[in-house]
């Protein structure tokens, strides 16, 4: 999954979508440090106790904190619950591998691809514009939730967690929000931009515009399949799974 389908069905809870954001942001700005969900778990479940022995102290600085920090434990823990179900549903092991096919044809012959990552990415990021297409909306309320969260506290939230300091994360909050570049998913020609930048980051090389070929065709298979990528996740309603008290 990536950031709006990890986000979409918790708008309402900014710390909680900080939280399913947080992996994926790590991988921006270090991806060498780790959020584990095993590591987060603990702190869902202690906060939220510590929270309902002190509920006469709601409004504290304290208070608020702990709530924060309790909400952004449990998103994490949601984040990678959701991964592990969603890739082994078997539309996105279908559409990783059609594409990663299709991308094999359309590339330079001679070239090393790693043609399995960029199909396995591609599902995600055409699962979000399809998601963000069908409710152009909900994409304004996932800036204005995240817009409500302190980036301090959640790299603060990550040191306790993670047991590693985070400092780029607080300086990299804001800019993910001003970027705004899942707009970019709906246009090929941006969708290629953002996938370069994805290649870069990780030390590959970058895609040749041939590379878009593929993302008509793409995009109608994640359109028509989508229902079935989601599926385990209607079915389970996870958000209760994590929510206080609830682990």
Known sequence: MNY???ACDFLDDPYF????????????????HKV??????????????????SAEDSQSEIRKQQSA????????????????????????????????AAIRECLPE????????????????????????RDPARLDAYYASLDRVDPAVVADA????????????????PKFIEAKFLCDYADDEKLLKRLNQVMTRVKLATLPPEFSHVLPTARREVSRRWRELLAPRRRSGTRE???YGKV
């Open 4 to 6: 709006f389908a990890h």
């Open 17 to 32: 979508v900080a939280g399913v954001s947080i992996p994926d942001w790590m991988n921006v700005v270090d991806r060498r």
């Open 36 to 53: 584990r969900g095993k590591h987060a778990k603990p702190w869902v479940v202690a906060n939220a106790e510590c929270g309902m022995r």
């Open 69 to 100: 920090i309790t909400r952004i434990a449990a998103g994490v823990v949601q984040h990678h619950h959701d991964d592990a179900w969603f890739h082994e549903t078997r539309a996105f092991a279908e559409m990783s591998m059609q594409f990663a």
């Open 110 to 133: 001679g070239d090393s691809w790693r043609t399995g990552f960029l199909g396995h990415i591609l599902v995600e990021l055409l699962l979000d514009a399809e998601l963000i297409a």
């Open 158 to 173: 990550v040191q306790r967690i993670s047991g590693r300091a985070a400092p780029q994360l607080a300086e990299l909050i």
């Open 241 to 243: 799974e994590f929510h």
